[in-house]
T-cell receptor
Framework: GQQVMQIPQYQHVQEGEDFTTYCNSS?????IQWYKQRPGGHPVFLIQ?????EVKKQKRLTFQFGEAKKNSSLHITATQTTDVGTYFC???????????FGTGTRLQVFP | DTEVTQTPKHLVMGMTNKKSLKCEQH?????MYWYKQKAKKPPELMFV???????INESVPSRFSPECPNSSLLNLHLHALQPEDSALYLC???????????????FGPGTRLTVL
């Protein structure tokens, strides 16, 4: 079945450092979504990318969708302690349209 | 209103108990979902309701029984659960009427379930 993997699994950074998580799908995706889950919280939608090569920015967060629409990345510039949490990418299964979540990257930011 | 509410927040139950989880949304969404999430893992889809009809059941054991009384409400009835069913149970909704892969999903805060 379709698989969506993320690397790294876990990263800790000093506040102010940059952070990037990478998402790779075994199949082409019609879109990619990113969610953030704070410790003890629930997934919260961040953004959706649809076009090949698309880049979107939200303040310090930059999201990119690969040209082949099989990979994506999330880059955070100058991390803050409020960025702590697990970041999940998710894409639709091409046969059923079910949303398949990536394995997640857990970010820890030390002040 | 972009909120999905879930009750209860926490639930502890024995293996012989019967309990229900409740979820509500007032965004006019036509698809609602139950997910199960274990610690440090991504959410796993359990059920999808589309226009109040069960459209996807991810081979979930019959001790979990979903119900959609109307377009705003979703219940998950629990009976004879096992300790390994302890997890965070998340409800979500989206405008899309299929599996929800093309639309934003709005998640509720979840019910943290412990089965003794």
């Amino acid at each position: 079945g379709q698989q969506v993997m993320q690397i790294p699994q876990y990263q800790h950074v000093q506040e102010g450092e940059d952070f990037t998580t990478y998402c790779n799908s075994s199949t082409t995706l019609s879109n990619i979504q990113w969610y953030k889950q704070r410790p003890g919280g629930h997934p919260v939608f961040l953004i959706q990318l649809v076009k090949s090569g698309e880049v979107k920015k939200q303040k310090r967060l930059t999201f990119q969708f690969g040209e082949a629409k099989k990979n994506s990345s999330l880059h955070i510039t100058a991390t803050q302690t409020t960025d702590v949490g697990t970041y999940f990418c998710a894409g639709p299964d091409e046969d059923t349209d079910k949303l398949i979540f990536g394995t997640g990257t857990r970010l820890q930011v030390f002040p | 209103d972009t909120e999905v509410t879930q009750t209860p927040k926490h639930l502890v139950m024995g293996m012989t108990n019967k309990k229900s989880l409740k979820c509500e949304q007032h965004m006019g969404h036509r698809a609602m979902y139950w997910y199960k999430q274990k610690a440090k893992k991504p959410p796993e889809l359990m059920f999808v309701y589309s226009y109040e009809k069960l459209s996807i059941n991810e081979s979930v054991p019959s001790r979990f029984s979903p119900e959609c009384p109307n377009s705003s409400l979703l219940n998950l009835h629990l009976h004879a659960l096992q300790p390994e069913d302890s997890a965070l149970y998340l409800c979500a909704s989206s405008q899309d009427s299929r599996g929800g892969g093309s639309d934003t999903q709005y998640f509720g805060p979840g019910t943290r379930l412990t089965v003794l």
